[in-house]
């Protein structure tokens, strides 16, 4: 069977390093995603019709439209391990194009970007929450007015295996879009509480609720890389108090609403 020399190299490299004992992939995966960066984001080559990749090119094409269905179960539902390396190693590769001495770091090649991953990949809830995160800024960027009342995000349906993995899409899906609700309820001069309400009203459910009546349930803490210059840190730390302001501002709209 001909192999080619990039597999080769992807294969020598879990060979040295080792695999996250967590996470599987397909070789096929940072080989595709070198492909799609080496060549303006095409990849034409017959070896990635494989279906290892169908999930990530799914994802891919959906997030680059203007008017997507990006929250659909299709895309909340939790990934294969395939589509969470490949869009880790997509998202790294965007981290480094901004490189440069403006940032005080430097921009590396494509493969040295891929090579540096692999070899120090991310536990599974990092990956995760890797993912969910781009769905929700995209979220957050494009659905300009808010307009997505109709839908309800069952975390019991999405293929999430603990309470772990329902808080990371919730926490992220705070991190963005409930900043947002915290940006309007905290606004004073003009008062945007009609704005933060209006939001709301219009922002999807989780399990039936909004957001701010949503019991978020115990989970367990892990490390995440938030700032690509700084070291890992807590993802309860950064993400659990976006989660608590935006709820605050939202109840602190409705009492002044009673009132």
Known sequence: MKISILAILFLSINSVFGQNKEVEYNEIIPEYIIAVWENNGKSNNSEFNAPELNQIKDFFVELSKRKNNITSNQFLRKPTDNTLVAHYLNTKLKWNSFNGPHVGLKKLSTKKVVKNSIKDLPTRNELLAFYYS??????????????????????????????????????????????????????????????????????????????????????????????KRKPKMSFKERYVPEFENAKLGMEKCLAEEKN
């Open 134 to 227: 781009s769905i929700f800024i995209d979220v957050l960027n494009k659905r300009k007015p808010m307009d997505l009342a109709e839908n309800n995000i069952d975390l019991e349906n999405l293929n999430l295996d603990s309470d772990t993995e329902k808080a990371i899409l919730f926490l992220t899906a705070m991190r963005h879009v409930g900043n947002q609700v915290t940006s309007y309820s905290t606004t004073r001069f003009p008062n945007n509480c009609f704005r933060a309400k209006e939001y709301v009203e219009n922002m999807p459910k989780f399990n039936g609720k909004a957001f701010h009546e949503f019991d978020l349930p115990k989970f367990e803490d892990f490390k995440i890389e938030v700032d």
